[in-house]
Nanobody
Framework: QVQLVESGGGSVQAGGSLRLSCVAS????????MGWFRQAPGKEREGVAA???????SYADSVKGRFTISRDNAKNSLYLQMNSLKPEDTAMYYC????????????????????????WGKGALVTISS
């Protein structure tokens, strides 16, 4: 059983930055394909960024060039650095993990959007004001 706990959400003005963190437990972190997805009220879930076990990454077009996903296997931690934030980035952001071996970051991004990974946390709220 994988447990995921997010932190770092908050409220900032457009153009600002936030950094989300996620601590994982219950499994060998380095083997996990990890990612962040978001869901705004009344909207469908959107895979935002994913990082595979080998460190390769994939991003949604909506955040490319503004968001950076990273992981620290020694700390069992996943991060999402969000810059140049826009009001349309307002959403609940969830850390997620999948146990499938060899999953690529591109596959992970698609799975987060379509059906969800094996595990996800309770979420961190990000609110961007104009």
């Amino acid at each position: 059983q994988v447990q995921l706990v997010e932190s770092g959400g908050g409220s900032v003005q457009a153009g600002g930055s936030l950094r989300l963190s996620c601590v994982a437990s219950g499994y060998t972190f380095s083997n996990l394909c990890m990612g962040w997805f978001r869901q705004a009220p009344g909207k469908e879930r959107e895979g935002v960024a994913a990082i595979a076990g080998d460190g390769s990454t994939s991003y949604a077009d909506s955040v490319k060039g503004r968001f950076t996903i990273s992981r620290d296997n020694a700390k069992n931690s996943l991060y999402l650095q969000m810059n140049s934030l826009k009001p349309e980035d307002t959403a609940m952001y969830y850390c997620s993990a999948d146990l499938a071996l060899g999953m690529t970051a591109i596959e992970a991004l698609r799975i987060m959007t379509e059906s969800g990974m094996d595990y996800w946390g309770k979420g961190a709220l990000v609110t961007i004001s104009s």
